[in-house]
């Protein structure tokens, strides 16, 4: 005789039940919400989160197969969310066949996909004002967003993978789902607008150890420019403290580089390169330097010689 299913409540209850217990974790399904709270009247700022899945890795040859998008007001002082004001999400027909492969992955398949096509005023409208836009993996998501939709190149971007240090945190992983265990909740992985969502939660989530909100922490990394210093003429004897530094080796430009953010870690960078490299001479050095506005693009970032 089979029993009658839980109601919501008697899950619930049970739920709190079984997490009252040191032995065992709960994990909730996300449900989306459409406001954090109520704002204080102080100025707020409008943020986009958006996701995409695409026909795999390379971004000179795949394409995207899906959008999502969640657009929200919060506080540019600390962090906190409040409205969500739109949602979007929208497949795409690449042009070509989706392989098997990433139908596994994401869910997505040649028949979902055949004559759909993103709405491109509408994302521009969506995203246009913005103060920043997030992905968690934004060295990924952009170059493929600016391919298809250049208004991207025009926004800031921020980064949840990169800019948070979930390391220090205690977090034994960076992806997205294993994040959103941590903090107790599950939800559909690897479709876009529900990445989207997911990711907006964990952003209004306490950070473990410094007891930060997760989207502080990410705002907090912002202003500061990330720059990438090319040990150039290096002797080549050199090349195994580059690597043992985290050097990686350019072979268009024939030199090692490292990319560091903030102005602090690069000047005690250049000490190093200085001393440990050039024994000391002076030397001139090239650099790339990229902003909010640059950072995670493949486009360029202004080019500095400096003699140190």
Request: glycine fraction near 6%.
């Amino acid at each position: 005789m089979s029993s009658a299913p839980l109601t919501d409540a008697q899950a619930e209850s049970a739920a709190r039940a079984v997490e009252a217990h040191p032995d065992y974790r709960v994990l909730r399904r996300l449900q989306p919400v459409a406001s954090f709270g109520e704002s204080a009247g102080q100025p707020l700022a409008k943020g986009v989160i958006v996701d995409t899945e695409t026909t795999g890795l390379n971004q000179d040859a795949d394409r995207i197969i899906e959008i999502g998008l969640v657009v929200f007001e919060y506080d540019p002082l600390t962090g906190q969310a409040f409205r969500v004001l739109e949602t979007y999400g929208a497949l795409e027909d690449p042009g070509f066949a989706i392989t098997p492969e990433i139908t596994a992955i994401t869910g997505i398949s040649n028949d979902m996909v055949a004559g759909q096509r993103m709405d491109d005023e509408r994302v521009a409208a969506l995203v246009e004002g913005a103060s920043l836009v997030i992905a968690h993996n934004s060295r990924f998501d952009r170059p493929f967003l600016e391919q298809r939709l250049p208004i991207f190149e025009t926004l800031p971007w921020g980064c949840s993978l990169d800019q948070v240090d979930w390391t220090a945190e205690g977090l034994g992983a960076r992806k997205l789902d294993y994040i959103a265990a941590q903090f107790g909740f599950f939800f559909e992985a690897h479709r876009a607008e529900a990445d989207c969502m997911a990711l907006l939660h964990i952003l209004q989530q306490t950070l473990p150890k410094s007891n930060a909100l997760v989207m502080k922490s990410l705002l907090d990394q912002l202003p500061l420019k990330d720059w990438t210093v090319y040990a150039v003429n290096a002797r080549f004897e050199t090349k195994d403290s580059l690597k043992a530094r985290a050097y990686r080796w350019d072979g268009a430009r024939k030199t090692w580089h490292r990319t560091l953010t903030g102005t602090a870690p690069i000047t005690s960078e250049v000490a190093w390169l200085k001393e440990m490299i050039y024994d000391g001479r002076e030397v001139a050095l090239s650099f790339e330097v990229r902003d909010a506005l640059l950072r995670y693009s493949r486009r360029p970032g202004k080019q500095v010689v400096k003699t140190v």
